[in-house]
């Protein structure tokens, strides 16, 4: 199990590995990040007029963009699955499934609004402010502000 | 070679590059693609607040922090060193709605009169900086994952409560970029 309580309710971006990991072989996915980011912003993806483009159907691009990621994920997940594919590090891979919740219907409706509100999803919010928005760090700051919020209010909440 | 680089990359080459994020973070940590929790492990980190949804050992998560730090110098390398020139090209129909409400400068990928320290003193800039903001980290968290965790790793592991939290996604974003922001980028 991994250390995360609540875990039925929220298993994203989850490190099921058992092994201790130093800082420095945590570089590896600072580098990951870094192509990353690359990607968002020469892709336009970080761009609020490609979101507004998307709501309005004007344009394919994210479209092809989160089909074609879905896509590649998908196929990579089962050759992972039916060839047991191991870690570097030697161990099984896992992947926490997700239970369902009314969470996703409500909280998903609250993202969509500020995902078309800001034109970003948490990680474009980081590559924004790479690329010199700094006034996006308020966004940022909010944007944290709302999770502690939510951690504040969970139980009250409908799941 | 690095003149085709600085142009603007297209969806085929951008969403494999981000679904092969997928198996790599798998193949080299057993670790499942998410954002969002990252903002999560920051309250964790520096604002626990007695919460006992912060009150776990972020330390074993932190490679998560590791990967939002490398996004944001991505975009300072993206920005510096392979930026390309030109304005964002966009739909002359939207580019003729927004102007509508003064916004027509196309050259960056954050449009400077909407997101902009002065504009965060006025109404209109407060609601989409900062109620966005919060809207974004409310929800995702609420929601137990945003584009990543949920559009891309859940649906790439065929989780079903993933495709619900991403129509509701689309839905929500659909309603706002159509219904209400013209009202809040009239103000």
């Not at chain 2, 916004?103 to 209109?124: A, K």
């Not at chain 2, 409560?161 to 013209?182: N, R």
């Given at each position: 199990m991994n250390n995360l309580e609540n875990k039925n309710m929220d298993s994203e971006g989850?490190?099921?590995?058992q092994k201790k990991e130093s800082s420095l072989s945590n570089l590896k996915y600072l580098i990951v990040g870094i192509f990353f980011g690359i990607v968002f912003v020469k892709a336009e993806i970080i761009s609020w007029f490609r979101i507004q483009e998307m709501f309005h159907l004007q344009s394919f691009f994210m479209y092809g963009v989160i089909g074609s990621a879905v896509a590649v994920g998908v196929i990579s997940v089962f050759i992972i699955k039916k060839f047991n594919i191991k870690t570097l590090q030697g161990e099984k891979i896992e992947i926490q499934p997700k239970t369902f919740n009314k969470g996703q219907i409500y909280g998903g409706l609250m993202f969509g609004f500020g995902w078309a509100i800001t034109g970003a999803c948490p990680g474009p919010l980081f590559a924004q402010i790479g690329t010199?928005?700094?006034?996006i760090i308020v966004t940022l700051l909010s944007a944290i502000a709302g999770t502690w919020f939510y951690g504040l209010i969970k139980d009250k909440l409908p799941h | 070679m690095l003149e085709i680089i600085k142009e603007p990359w297209p969806w085929y080459v951008a969403g494999p590059l981000i679904g092969l994020t997928v198996p790599i973070l798998l193949i080299i940590g057993n670790k499942s693609f998410g954002i969002s929790s990252s903002l999560r492990h920051i309250c964790a980190a520096?604002?626990?607040?007695?919460i006992s949804f912060f009150k776990y050992d972020w330390k074993k998560e932190s490679w998560n922090l590791f990967f939002v730090f490398g996004i944001f110098l991505g975009g300072v390398i993206a920005a510096y060193f392979?930026?390309?020139?030109?304005?964002v090209v966009i739909n002359p129909e939207l580019s003729e709605q927004l102007a509508g409400y003064g916004?027509?400068?196309?050259?960056?990928l954050v449009p400077s009169q909407l997101f902009s320290w002065e504009s965060l003193l006025t109404l209109r800039g407060f609601i989409m900086i900062v109620l966005g903001g919060f809207l974004v980290g409310f929800g995702t968290r609420y929601a137990g994952g945003c584009t990543s965790g949920h559009a891309i790793m859940g649906l790439s592991n065929l989780q079903w409560p993933s495709l619900v939290a991403t129509i509701c996604f689309m839905i929500g974003g659909f309603v706002m970029s159509l219904l209400i922001l013209p009202y809040i980028l009239s103000l």
């Amino acid at each position: 199990m991994n250390n995360l309580e609540n875990k039925n309710m929220d298993s994203e971006g989850i490190n099921a590995s058992q092994k201790k990991e130093s800082s420095l072989s945590n570089l590896k996915y600072l580098i990951v990040g870094i192509f990353f980011g690359i990607v968002f912003v020469k892709a336009e993806i970080i761009s609020w007029f490609r979101i507004q483009e998307m709501f309005h159907l004007q344009s394919f691009f994210m479209y092809g963009v989160i089909g074609s990621a879905v896509a590649v994920g998908v196929i990579s997940v089962f050759i992972i699955k039916k060839f047991n594919i191991k870690t570097l590090q030697g161990e099984k891979i896992e992947i926490q499934p997700k239970t369902f919740n009314k969470g996703q219907i409500y909280g998903g409706l609250m993202f969509g609004f500020g995902w078309a509100i800001t034109g970003a999803c948490p990680g474009p919010l980081f590559a924004q402010i790479g690329t010199g928005a700094t006034v996006i760090i308020v966004t940022l700051l909010s944007a944290i502000a709302g999770t502690w919020f939510y951690g504040l209010i969970k139980d009250k909440l409908p799941h | 070679m690095l003149e085709i680089i600085k142009e603007p990359w297209p969806w085929y080459v951008a969403g494999p590059l981000i679904g092969l994020t997928v198996p790599i973070l798998l193949i080299i940590g057993n670790k499942s693609f998410g954002i969002s929790s990252s903002l999560r492990h920051i309250c964790a980190a520096c604002i626990p607040s007695n919460i006992s949804f912060f009150k776990y050992d972020w330390k074993k998560e932190s490679w998560n922090l590791f990967f939002v730090f490398g996004i944001f110098l991505g975009g300072v390398i993206a920005a510096y060193f392979l930026s390309n020139p030109n304005a964002v090209v966009i739909n002359p129909e939207l580019s003729e709605q927004l102007a509508g409400y003064g916004i027509t400068d196309h050259t960056g990928l954050v449009p400077s009169q909407l997101f902009s320290w002065e504009s965060l003193l006025t109404l209109r800039g407060f609601i989409m900086i900062v109620l966005g903001g919060f809207l974004v980290g409310f929800g995702t968290r609420y929601a137990g994952g945003c584009t990543s965790g949920h559009a891309i790793m859940g649906l790439s592991n065929l989780q079903w409560p993933s495709l619900v939290a991403t129509i509701c996604f689309m839905i929500g974003g659909f309603v706002m970029s159509l219904l209400i922001l013209p009202y809040i980028l009239s103000l």
